[in-house]
Nanobody
């Protein structure tokens, strides 16, 4: 099993910055794609940013140029640096990883518990 622990959320003023972290632990053979999603009440969860094991990245249009996703494979951790935050970035942010727990097993998706980001003056 793989456990994900997110941190770094909170309250920030418009124009401010936050850095989210998501650390994976447990019986991990290898982590593959890692990503951040967000959800507001009444709306579907949406992709914010994703990164492959080879560091190829993908961003939602709404965050391009403001957010940066990165990963540290040695620490099994993915980060989301969020700059120039806007009120519309307010949401619960979830990390997701694709992981294999054995060399011969299937790849599964794992989700974090979510961390609240609130952008307000």
């Amino acid at each position: 099993q793989v456990q994900l622990v997110e941190s770094g959320g909170g309250l920030v003023q418009p124009g401010g910055s936050l850095r989210l972290s998501c650390a994976a632990s447990g019986n991990i053979f290898r982590l593959y794609d890692m990503g951040w999603y967000r959800q507001v009440p009444g709306k579907q969860r949406e992709l914010v940013a994703a990164i492959t094991r080879g560091d190829m990245t993908n961003y939602a249009d709404s965050v391009k140029g403001r957010f940066t996703i990165s990963r540290d494979n040695a620490k099994n951790t993915v980060y989301l640096q969020m700059n120039s935050l806007k009120p519309e970035d307010t949401a619960v942010y979830y990390c997701k990883v694709d992981a294999r727990i054995t060399a011969w097993g299937a790849k599964y998706e794992y989700w974090g518990q979510g961390t609240q980001v609130t952008v307000s003056s």
